[in-house]
Structure formats: structure tokens, C-alpha cells
């Protein structure tokens, strides 16, 4: 901004970055993108091991091996871990490589919405493994 | 923004190829593989709380060449952002960043994501047959 412009405006400089986002916040996609990189590196050496095991399962087996309350609940964590550090990570690609304004925003969207319904799906799924009777 | 047709920076067309620049390359074309991928979790989750029937249908794709390949593909990607992805927590804990340790661990990542995928498959195999 030009000092004349500047002049000519009463608005303070901190009017002009207010709203633009806040430099506390900078970190937050970095650290969470960190926390859940953490946190998946058991949980995939889990769900290795499950799926695995679901190789020579039939459908009972499988339906009572996801049943457990042990394996339900790492399986619930496991998904939304993956969901959330697959949106943060494919938010960065889509920034660095999606230069038109409108392609960039929508994709960004849609990403998101995608990441909640298939992690919503895969919640509820698991969520009528446990507490069905089937 | 520029008009003019300049190169952009990072200059791919010149740089000769190595492996660091292959393992950075090489976790963002996984991670998005895996992303993905995540439809195959949905597919498995979801058929098995609908029931047998529709569990049998994503089984039988799983176990045709078709879902072989893709399962094979994703498997690997897995390792291989795994271990990457560790290395990258190392590194943003400031350890290996001399060059022979960046060079060394950048391997480490691709045949250790070979090796891990290979040991995932063989037990699966052994374990399971092709079923």
C-alpha cells in the first residue's frame, strides 16, 4: 500500500490486516497435519495386522473381529486420523499445484466434503459392527 | 503475477535425477494415492456392516486381478509414506539433515517400503492363499 493512499484512508494499519487471518492460527494445518502423522504410525501397523487377518476370515470372522471393542474403537480413531491427515495433506498439493482461483476453492471444498462423508460412512459403518447383533 | 512464459522454479527439466528429490516427489503422489485409497476402506467397512452379500461382492474385487493390482499399488504406497513419512517426522525433529544421512535415509525409505510390501504380501499369501 502506498503512503499516500495510506494518508488518505483513516482506517489503521491493523484495520487492513484484520480479517486476513490470524498469525497465531499459522502453524495450526502444520502441527495437526504432525499430531496425526503420530498417531497413524501405530495405528496403520494395527490396521495392517487387521487386515491381514481379514484375508482368512469369512464374514462372521470379520464382522466379529471388528466387533471387539478393543479393535472398534482403534478402528473409529484409525479413521478419523486418516480422513482429517488426508484432507490437511491433499489441501497442500491442491495450493501448490491448482493456480485458478475458482478450480483451486472448489476442489478444496469438495476434498472436504468428500473426507467427511467418507469418514462419517466409515464411523457409522463401524459403529453398527459394534453395537448390532448380527 | 507474470505474463511471460519464464521457467518456474524448481527447474525439473534441468536437475539431474536423485534420490532425494525422488522421495519428496514420491510421498506426495502416495499421499494422494492413499487418499484415494480411502475408498477401499469405505468399501470394506461399509459392505461388512451391510451384510454377507454385499461383503462377498467387495472380497470378489479384491481378489481379481483388477483389485490385486490396485491393493498391491495402495499396499506399498502405505510403506512407503510410513516410512517416509517417519523420516519427515525426524527431520522436523532436526535429525538427519547432513547430506550422506539425507541421501542414506532417502534410501532407507525406498527399499525398506520394497521390503515391507514384500513381507506384507508373502504372509498374506502364506497365511491366506489368493482367496
Known sequence: M?????????????????????????????????????????????????ALTLVR????????????????????????????????????????YVHTHWLALTSQVLVRFACVLGGFACVLAVARIALGNA | ??????PLSPHLQVY??????????LHRITGV?????????????????????PYAVVRGFCASWLGLILLLGWSWS???????????????ALMGYAIHQFVRNSWLSVIGSLVLTAAIWVYAFACGGAA
Not at chain 1, 471388528?66 to 491427515?85: G, K
Not at chain 2, 509414506?81 to 525426524?90: K, M, Q, S, T, V
Open chain 1, 2 to 50: 502506498s503512503a499516500e493512499l495510506h494518508e488518505a484512508d483513516l482506517r489503521t494499519p491493523l484495520k487492513h490486516a484484520r480479517g486476513l487471518g490470524s498469525a497465531k492460527s499459522g502453524t495450526h494445518h502444520f502441527m495437526v497435519q504432525r499430531v496425526t502423522a503420530i498417531a497413524l504410525i501405530p495405528l496403520v501397523v494395527w490396521a495392517v495386522w487387521l
Open chain 1, 57 to 96: 476370515a469369512d464374514y462372521a470372522q470379520a464382522h466379529a473381529l471388528v466387533q471387539q471393542p478393543c479393535n472398534a474403537l482403534l478402528m473409529i480413531i484409525f479413521i478419523i486420523a486418516v480422513f482429517w491427515h488426508a484432507q490437511l495433506g491433499v489441501q497442500v498439493v491442491i495450493e501448490d
Open chain 2, 1 to 6: 503475477m507474470s505474463t511471460s512464459a519464464r
Open chain 2, 16 to 25: 539431474r535425477w536423485q534420490i532425494q528429490m525422488v522421495t519428496s516427489i
Open chain 2, 33 to 53: 494415492a492413499l487418499a484415494v485409497g480411502t475408498i477401499m476402506l469405505i468399501a470394506l467397512l461399509v459392505s461388512l456392516a451391510a451384510g454377507p452379500e
Open chain 2, 78 to 92: 502405505l510403506a512407503f509414506h510410513l516410512l517416509n513419512g517417519i523420516r519427515h517426522l525426524l527431520q522436523d
